[in-house]
C-alpha cells in the first residue's frame, strides 16, 4: 500500500517511524521480501562523506564604524582570498581557494598546506579568524581598511551554499603512466599501481534514489552536521548517463546544490582536505532521507555495491585530455574487496569517500528521524531527470580575435 | 637471532663517528639503513634495521647509548592521529608494507605500527594529516 510523506511524518511525530539505513534495508528486502520491507519501513537513511570541491560559504560579516564596502575591493580570511563582488559585508569563502602567498606546485608536487576547506572547518570548530579587507572609500563607506578578528558566533549570517556536491557515482582514477601523478582522486601510481574511487556505494544518496523521484529542491537534509536543504540541482548535473536495468547510473550523473545554516555545523562533519600536489577542498557530510512511498522506491534503497557499475579512467592521458573512453567496467563490492582488474593487471584500491563516516552520518539521521527531531519534506519541485534531456556539455571555445 | 628496527638521533658532536662500524665490527650486528638525514651542526638521524645474536644486539645498544645516541624503537615513529582520520582508505593503496589496511567489516583503516617501515608515503597522501611523523 502506497504512503505519503504527510503520513511517515505523522508517525515521526508520533515517535512510530520505522527508519533504517540503506545498508539496513538490503537485509530487510532480502529476508521480507520487497512487498512487506516497503509497508513496515518508512523511511530509509542514506549518507556520504566525500571531498566536493564546489562547496563554500557565504558570510554577512556586519558592519564596521565608520563603514567599509568591501563590496568590489579585495578581502582574506586567514590570509585566503574571499569573493568580495556583493554588497557591503557579504563575502563567499570557496573551498579550493589559497593563500596569494601559497607556493602552489612551484615547489612540486605542490604541499597545499591551508585553504579554504581549512578556513571552514575551523570557523565551524569555532575558532576566531583573521579577516582582512580593503576597499577604495566611498562617501557612504568611508573605511579604506580593516584588520580583526572573527568569530562564526558573531557573524550575521554564516551559510553553508554548495554548488555540486553528492554525485550520483563517479569514476574510479588509475594511471597508466610511467610517472606519479597527482589527482584531485590522491596520488596515482604509474603503470597502474593503483585504482581509487569516490562514492559511498550503496549508501549514497542519489544511487539510492536514481531517477530522483524522492529528492527534489527543498528536501531536507544532514548537512556538516546541521540541517540543511537541496537548494536546486547541482552543476554538471548529468541525469542521461546510461543506466543498468536497476536505474543506477554507470559513470557519474546527477548532483545537487545544498544550502545550510554553517553555525548549526560540526567540524567533524566539515574537514578542509588536502590533495598532494592538487590543492585543497572540503570533506562534507551528506545525509539525505527517502521516503518509502511504494514498493519501487524501496526497490530502489535496496540496491547492493554488488549491482552498482562505474568507469575505469586513466587520469594520465583521458582525463586531462577530455577524452572518455574507459578502460572498463566495475562494481563497489569489487572496489571494495580490495583488489580490482584492470588490462588483466591485480590493482589494489583506495577510497576517497569515507564508507565508516557515511554509516555513521546514516545511523545519526535515522536517530534524528526516530527521536522526532527530524520531519521530511515534499520536494517543492523536482531535479531535471532523464526524460529532461538535460546534459553536461563541454566548453565550445571560440576565437576572441575574430 | 633478532631483527629490530630503530631511530637513532646523533647529537652533533658524534655525527662524525663511525657509530655504525663500530656495531658492525664490534658487536657483529647486520644493518640495513631505512632512512637517514644529517642537519650539520645540529643533529643527524637514522632509522636503521639490525640484526644479529639477542645478546650481540643488547650489547650494540648499550654501546649506541652509551656513546651519547638516543635509541627509540622505530614503531613510535610514524603514529596516526585517531581523531583526525577519516577512515577514508586513500592512503592503503599507498603503504608499501601493508601497515594500513581496511577492516573488511567496519570498513575503518586500521594501523598495524609493527608492518610500519616509516617510509612517510602516507603523511603527504593523507588529505586530513591523520598521519604524523613523531621524532
Known amino acids: 500500500m502506497a504512503k505519503t510523506i504527510k503520513e511517515i511524518n505523522e508517525k515521526i511525530k508520533k515517535g512510530k517511524a520505522v527508519v533504517v539505513t540503506a545498508e539496513e534495508i538490503i537485509d530487510i528486502v532480502d529476508k521480507k521480501g520487497l512487498a512487506k520491507a516497503a509497508e513496515e519501513v518508512d523511511v530509509v537513511t542514506t549518507a556520504t562523506f566525500g571531498p566536493m570541491c564546489s562547496s563554500g560559504a557565504y558570510i554577512n560579516v556586519g558592519h564596521t564604524k565608520p563603514k567599509i564596502k568591501i563590496g568590489g575591493g579585495k578581502a582574506t580570511l586567514n590570509d585566503v582570498p574571499v569573493y568580495a563582488g556583493f554588497a557591503a559585508v557579504d563575502i563567499y569563502l570557496g573551498a579550493t581557494a589559497l593563500p596569494d602567498e601559497d607556493p602552489r606546485n612551484k615547489l612540486y608536487p605542490g604541499d597545499f598546506e591551508y585553504g579554504g576547506g581549512h578556513v571552514i572547518e575551523d570557523l565551524v570548530a569555532g575558532k576566531d579568524v583573521k579577516l582582512v579587507a580593503s576597499a577604495y572609500g566611498t562617501d557612504c563607506y568611508p573605511r579604506k581598511k580593516l584588520e580583526t578578528w572573527v568569530n562564526i558566533k558573531d557573524l550575521n549570517e554564516a551559510v553553508l551554499f554548495n554548488p555540486r556536491n553528492v554525485y550520483q557515482n563517479y569514476n574510479v582514477a588509475v594511471n597508466l603512466s610511467d610517472r606519479v601523478i597527482y589527482t584531485y582522486m590522491g596520488t596515482l601510481k604509474p603503470h597502474l599501481g593503483n585504482a581509487n574511487y569516490c562514492s559511498a556505494g550503496q549508501l549514497s544518496p542519489l544511487l539510492n534514489d536514481p531517477y530522483y523521484k524522492t529528492i527534489g529542491i527543498g528536501t531536507r537534509i544532514f548537512l556538516g552536521g546541521g540541517i540543511g536543504y537541496v537548494a536546486w540541482h547541482g552543476t554538471q548535473h548529468n541525469p542521461t548517463v546510461k543506466r543498468k536495468e536497476s536505474g543506477v547510473t554507470q559513470a557519474p550523473a546527477g548532483t545537487l546544490a545544498v544550502i545550510g545554516d554553517l553555525k548549526q555545523m560540526k567540524p567533524e562533519w566539515l574537514r578542509g582536505a588536502t590533495f598532494h600536489g592538487y590543492g585543497v577542498t572540503l570533506t562534507v557530510g551528506i545525509g539525505i532521507p527517502i521516503p518509502i512511498l511504494n514498493e519501487q522506491i524501496c526497490k530502489y534503497t535496496a540496491i547492493k555495491d554488488e549491482d552498482i557499475w562505474t568507469q575505469i579512467i586513466d587520469y594520465s592521458e583521458n582525463y586531462p585530455q577530455g577524452k572518455g573512453s574507459s578502460l572498463g567496467e566495475v562494481n563497489y563490492a569489487q572496489l571494495k574487496s580490495g583488489h580490482i582488474k584492470v588490462q588483466d593487471k591485480d590493482v589494489p584500491t583506495g577510497g576517497i569517500s569515507s564508507y565508516s563516516k557515511a554509516v555513521e552520518i546514516a545511523n545519526t539521521l535515522k536517530t534524528w528521524i526516530k527521536k522526532g527531531d527530524f520531519l521530511l519534506t515534499e520536494p517543492v519541485a523536482s531535479l531535471p531527470g532523464e526524460e529532461s534531456g538535460y546534459t553536461f556539455k563541454p566548453l565550445k571555445e571560440r576565437p576572441l580575435d575574430k | ?135
Request: glycine residues 4%; hydrophobic residues 40%.
Open chain 2, 1 to 135: 637471532m633478532v631483527s629490530k628496527k630503530i631511530v637513532l638521533h646523533f647529537p652533533n658532536k658524534l655525527v662524525d663517528q663511525p657509530i655504525v662500524y663500530k656495531l658492525v665490527k664490534d658487536y657483529n650486528l647486520k644493518f640495513n639503513i631505512l632512512k637517514a638525514s644529517i642537519t650539520p651542526k645540529e643533529e643527524g638521524l637514522l632509522v636503521l634495521e639490525l640484526n644479529g645474536e639477542e645478546k650481540d644486539y643488547k650489547q650494540g645498544v648499550n654501546y649506541l647509548k652509551e656513546s651519547g645516541v638516543k635509541v627509540q624503537p622505530l614503531s613510535r615513529d610514524v603514529v596516526r592521529n585517531e581523531a583526525k582520520c577519516t577512515h577514508c582508505g586513500v592512503c592503503v593503496p599507498i603503504c608499501p608494507t601493508a601497515a594500513l589496511v581496511v577492516d573488511p567489516l567496519t570498513r575503518k583503516v586500521n594501523f598495524y605500527n609493527d608492518k610500519c617501515i616509516a617510509c612517510e608515503l602516507c603523511i603527504k597522501a593523507c588529505p586530513v594529516r591523520a598521519m604524523e611523523v613523531h621524532f
